[in-house]
């Protein structure tokens, strides 16, 4: 059994938990959290399983490196903290622990990172013998394996367009909601996630990625936008009030442009409520789905909708994310200690998964 830690029990985190309770190869061995009233409670409760795990939260991170866990999920945000997620990731790699993370958009592929980031990861690699995937839903399968694999389906192909197409009413990160994408906003006023080259720091180490895994090369990366504001007051059942006249919908495209042509898309249609931008892509049912649309012949569409924690669309995303994370860390153990991308880990069956039994 490989002992396993998670680090952070918040979206991503108390999916990680369940995820590696599942998984017949890991054991939870510890979990680390940042709010003091979580210290001491037991894994089980923090992440919604209906049984006690046998684990106490802590926030000693030095005690639970000290106890040399071989795999660490890292489900701590780095949105708005990327320096110290990289910094907690490099302690962790020093360590000598494969780490698995949504964290880090940088490093989605590696190859294309800047030094600044990629080198300390790699020495921390060198000096302790541990390995860092970096992998999550969108960015993540929703536009690596998922796009690739439906490719290979094609007798030609002419565009791959990956979309998601979510109401952000359900999602449960109000700050990353109002401010970092601009719902409520003014229509004047500029979310950090949709400034200009923002998405492509993002989503373009997906166009790279896809690029080198169909053999084609990027002349360069392209961004898109539109916005709309809402045309009428809406409260949300977790977030409260967004008023009339404030950004309501957001649609923009990270392209990846192959001899003068969109070739390879990223889009995202995110909306507060469904009355908003009614003419956009949306969900064939439900609050949210992945799209991936094979323009050739044939034409190829599939749609993805995950769910977890009672029916939610967001929840069930991340839960996908960390189930490609999860199931990555047997592979990684029995790998020499590197940095991964998506094309060197395979997407494998739920080997002893299919109806376990648990406490």
Same mark, same amino acid.
């Given at each position: 059994?490989?002992?396993?830690?998670?680090?952070?029990?918040?979206?991503?985190?108390?999916?990680?938990?369940?995820?590696?309770?599942? $998984?017949?190869?890991?054991?939870?061995?510890?979990?680390?959290? $940042?709010?003091?009233?979580k210290?001491?409670?037991?894994?089980?409760?923090?992440? %919604?399983?209906?049984?006690?795990?046998?684990?106490?939260?802590?926030?000693?991170?030095?005690?639970?490196?000290?106890?040399?866990?071989?795999?660490i999920?890292?489900?701590?945000?780095?949105?708005?903290? =990327?320096?110290?997620?990289?910094?907690?990731?490099?302690?962790?790699?020093?360590?000598?622990?494969?780490?698995?993370? =949504?964290?880090?958009?940088?490093?989605y592929?590696?190859?294309?990172?800047?030094?600044?980031i #990629?080198?300390?990861?790699?020495?921390?690699?060198?000096?302790?013998?541990?390995?860092?995937?970096?992998?999550?839903?969108?960015?993540?399968?929703?536009?690596?394996?998922?796009?690739?694999?439906?490719?290979?389906?094609?007798?030609?192909v002419?565009?791959i367009?990956?979309q998601?197409?979510?109401?952000? *009413?359900?999602?449960?990160?109000?700050?990353?909601?109002?401010?970092?994408?601009?719902?409520?906003?003014? @229509?004047?006023?500029?979310?950090? @996630?949709?400034?200009?080259?923002? +998405?492509?720091?993002?989503?373009?180490?997906?166009?790279?990625?896809?690029?080198?895994?169909?053999?084609?090369?990027?002349?360069?990366?392209? !961004?898109?936008?539109?916005?709309?504001?809402?045309?009428?007051?809406?409260?949300?059942?977790s977030m409260?009030?967004?008023?009339?006249?404030?950004? %309501?919908?957001?649609?923009? !495209?990270?392209?990846?442009?192959?001899?003068?042509e969109p070739?390879?898309?990223?889009?995202?249609?995110?909306?507060?409520? *469904?009355?908003?931008?009614?003419?956009?892509?949306? +969900?064939?049912?439900?609050?949210?789905? $992945?799209?991936?649309?094979?323009?050739? #012949?044939?034409?190829? !569409?599939?749609?993805?909708?995950?769910?977890?924690?009672?029916?939610?669309?967001?929840?069930?995303?991340?839960?996908?994310?960390?189930?490609?994370l999860?199931?990555a860390?047997?592979?990684?153990?029995?790998?020499?200690?590197?940095?991964?991308?998506?094309?060197?880990?395979?997407?494998?069956?739920?080997? %002893?998964?299919?109806?376990?039994?648990?406490?």
């Open positions: 059994m490989i002992s396993t830690t998670v680090w952070g029990t918040g979206n991503v985190g108390r999916a990680a938990i369940r995820a590696v309770e599942a $998984h017949p190869a890991l054991r939870l061995t510890s979990v680390l959290v $940042h709010n003091p009233d210290v001491g409670r037991d894994a089980g409760e923090l992440s %919604g399983l209906d049984y006690q795990v046998g684990v106490a939260a802590t926030d000693d991170i030095d005690a639970v490196l000290a106890t040399h866990p071989r795999a999920v890292y489900a701590a945000s780095g949105d708005i903290r =990327p320096d110290d997620a990289l910094a907690d990731i490099v302690r962790a790699l020093r360590a000598g622990a494969i780490v698995v993370t =949504p964290a880090l958009y940088a490093l592929d590696p190859r294309n990172a800047s030094a600044d #990629r080198d300390p990861v790699l020495a921390a690699i060198a000096e302790g013998g541990g390995s860092l995937f970096v992998s999550g839903v969108d960015p993540g399968w929703g536009n690596d394996v998922l796009p690739l694999l439906l490719s290979g389906l094609g007798g030609t002419d565009v367009r990956c998601e197409i979510f109401d952000y *009413a359900t999602y449960d990160q109000p700050d990353s909601v109002r401010y970092l994408v601009g719902m409520g906003q003014p @229509m004047d006023y500029q979310p950090p @996630m949709l400034a200009p080259t923002v +998405p492509t720091m993002v989503w373009g180490g997906q166009i790279r990625l896809m690029a080198r895994a169909l053999g084609v090369e990027i002349d360069e990366i392209r !961004e898109t936008l539109e916005r709309r504001q809402l045309e009428t007051t809406i409260t949300t059942p409260g009030e967004f008023v009339a006249g404030t950004q %309501g919908a957001v649609r923009f !495209e990270v392209q990846g442009i192959v001899e003068g070739r390879i898309i990223i889009e995202h249609v995110t909306r507060i409520h *469904a009355s908003c931008a009614p003419d956009w892509p949306a +969900p064939a049912d439900g609050d949210g789905a $992945h799209r991936v649309i094979i323009e050739g #012949r044939p034409r190829i !569409e599939v749609t993805i909708e995950a769910s977890d924690e009672n029916g939610n669309r967001a929840a069930g995303g991340n839960a996908t994310a960390v189930g490609r999860v199931s860390i047997d592979w990684l153990a029995a790998a020499e200690p590197g940095l991964y991308d998506a094309l060197d880990i395979p997407l494998r069956p739920a080997v %002893g998964k299919l109806g376990r039994k648990h406490p």
